[in-house]
């Protein structure tokens, strides 16, 4: 045993002496050879004595004329191999150059004198006279002459120096000069085009002429060309912006087509829906739409047929055609007299690019590419999808790459390309490849207005249609909340949750008729969703206090009962048939089935509730989620805590459909969406939307609504409508009803007063059939918390039920079960 050690610690010690001394022996290596390189090239001069003329004489003897290039060469591959030891590509490009050097000793060799087989005659001239190829030539040259003749050698070894070149260098020669061909030919047609002055824009031709010269135009042409060759994946873009000059639209466009496609947000022009417009959301002084005509040209793909685009037209002349088409919008079933406000009121979207041209966009693929390549990991680029706040670079592994190896370069990825943060999609969704998304220089804001004037919002034909944003391809998202059925939005203080519910809110105003949804308004925090307070979408007063919310969800869950009872008097499954169903009935004169409106309860801080009653929020919540689709009642549930305590794990069980924002770490984002990547957003209404039938979260950029424009709104409402038309006695249940009661109605329970628990009644049944009262007995038999069961236990001293806590002792039972019947008759 001793003896091992030993040999172990000998063994350490020799290893770290290698490790000291390896630095320095790589030094003196360098520096011996860096000596006699310098000895080298002066003594093919002649200027270092007899010693150097016998190194010089060898030297020439050796290679000949290429011998000048000996004392150069060596030294600088010897400084690569030494600084990268262990690199096969640096050992394999020393290997190429070597053999081209040794390719161009016999091509000196075959040039002065090819005549001379003899390799000691070729040694000797070429010592003495510094011409041929010398030794080493003259082996090649010899054996090449030998066996294939003169003009057979010449071939082979000019064929050899190409293909060294050609493996040193990774430059392709006959696409090179091919390049150059078409280069060359596409600056004579230029040239032709350029001179000769265009008959139909006289004035354009004249002040190009002043302002640029063919060859400032040539020179800017071969630069972008030179930077667009650098991808390797040529795949024509779809469409690109084009010049000033309308003569050379086609041919800019050719010129300008970049090797990957660019998938830009709003590249085509929008299909104008001027009459839908005006029908749904009433005629406006001011157009609807831009129809200033835009100065762009896009270069489509042939097979991508042009999308068919409707002329804006004015309402008068094609109001017959209007009236004779059906609406994409259902009509308002009943309150005619609502009018629905303006998109005037909301503001446009400001024009602008998103901040990257593409250029930079290709730079940025390029420099990917080739920071993975550095890494070993082969890709092949994708599509680039630029949209409102991020890029998505899309990359295709080669064969073997696993996926991981691209994950696990994140920050390397972040580094290289100076990103704040970037997010990795591996893989995309339905596409063999994996998506890194980067934030833009410059974030372009997303209007609601312009996801309203959209076709998918104005087609959709559900009154509870939420226009969530566009994704990262500039596509709008728009989804309707009663296949949802209920969401949970979540988020850090400024990631925008706020307005993302004032998104939900207005998408529903400018959608459905206040007979049709109807709004439950929780807001603890008292400034956000008051401004809502009077429109006439709101069932009752927007619900401040913590305690009365819980009352508002208990009665939900009431009217959920109440509502399934009727679907099943008349056999119906859900609202929707049980609405048609009560339109076609004969015999409802008394009113005793109406039409239900979808209710919408929007809770705009979560956590609030939980802090202040938690059992009985979390018990609510999970009965509406789980039974509520059908009958017409939604949550939309918010909050900037997302801890585990507040989505607790029975609730994220029955609420599918959630949106995460800007988050502060992986934890929250588990919390949300089960996965991480939350945290990786920019904020501002950046998130991860993931609806029940989505398989994987989609990033989307949420719409801004500013204060002055929902202000704008509720003016609008307020001031063409009656008011609200508030359920008073909803409003009377929730005053009567604060947290940890619930009517009977819920439970089937008598209720002497507010104070009193619903539990009240079964658990005084209970401790006197049991004679035995505690509170932990009420919490094991009831299921209940310590709080709830010790207020309990005080209900029934204060009713002289049980007799006061006398410490460890239990409580005195004080009436018998016939005594406790005749106090609830006296109670009533």
Known sequence: MASKTKNSKTKKKRQNSKQTSSPLAKEITLLAIIIFSLLAL??????????????????????GAAAYIFPLAFPIGSGFFISNPENPEVRRKIIYLALLYICLCAIFQWVIDPDISNLIEIFKESGSEHIGGGFIGGILSTLLGTLLGRAGAIIIILGLTLLFVMLTTRKLIFSAIR???????????????????????????????????????????????????????????????????????????????????IIREGQQEPTVYKEELETKFGKSKKPTLETTERKESTAVKKEQPKPDKQETVPADTKKAEVESHTNPQPAPSQDSEYEFPSLDLLSRPKKGSSGQSDRDLLQTAKKLQDTLDSFGVKVKMGDVSCGPSVTRYELVPEQGVKVNSITRLADDIKLSLAASDIRIEAPIPGKAAVGIEVPNAKRNTVTLRELLESPEFINAKSNVTFAVGKDIGGKTIVTDIAKMPHMLIAGATGSGKSVCINTLIMSIL?????????????????????????????????????KKASAALNWAVQEMTVRYEKFAALGVRDIKSYNKKIAGLKHNDDNTYEKMCQIVIVVDEFADLMMVASNEVEDAVCRLAQLARAAGIHLVLATQRPSVNVITGLIKANIP???????????????????????????NGDMLFAPQDYPKPVRVQGAFVSDEERDKVVAFLKEHMNGPAYNEEISKHIEENP??????????????????????????????????????????????????????????????????????????????????????????
């Open 657 to 683: 459909s959630r949106i995460a924002l800007s988050v502060s770490s992986a934890i929250d984002s588990r919390t949300i969406i089960d996965g991480s990547g939350a945290e990786k957003l920019l904020g």
């Open 739 to 828: 947290v940890g009661t619930k009517s009977a109605g819920a439970s089937g329970a008598v209720v002497s007063g507010p104070e009193r628990d619903e539990l009240f009644v079964e658990a005084a049944r209970f401790i006197i059939e049991k004679d035995k009262a505690s509170i932990g007995m009420l919490q094991r038999v009831f299921r209940i918390g310590f709080n709830r069961a010790a207020r309990i236990m005080d209900q029934l001293s204060d009713a002289g039920v049980v007799g006061p806590e006398e410490g460890t002792k239990p409580r005195v039972i004080l009436m018998s079960m016939e005594q406790f019947e005749n106090y609830l008759e006296e109670e009533g």
């Open 42 to 63: 002066l003594s093919l001069f002649g200027m270092c004595g007899p010693v150097g003329n016998l190194i010089g004489s060898l030297l020439f003897g050796l290679f």
């Open 179 to 261: 390049e150059l061909y078409v280069e060359h030919k596409e600056d004579q047609e230029e040239y032709i085009e350029y001179e000769e002055p265009d008959t139909r824009y006289p004035e354009e031709h004249e002040r190009t002429m002043q302002t640029h010269t063919f060859a400032d135009k040539k020179r800017r042409k071969r630069v972008d060309k030179g930077k667009m060759k650098e991808i390797s994946n040529p795949q024509k873009v779809a469409e690109k912006q084009a010049p000033e000059m309308p003569v050379k639209e086609e041919k800019a466009a050719k010129e300008e087509i970049p090797e990957i496609s």
């Open 510 to 546: 400018y959608k459905a008729n206040p007979n049709d949804v109807k709004f439950i308004m929780v807001d603890p925090k008292m400034v956000e969703l008051t401004a809502y307070a009077d429109i006439p979408h709101m069932l009752i007063p927007v619900v401040t206090d913590p």
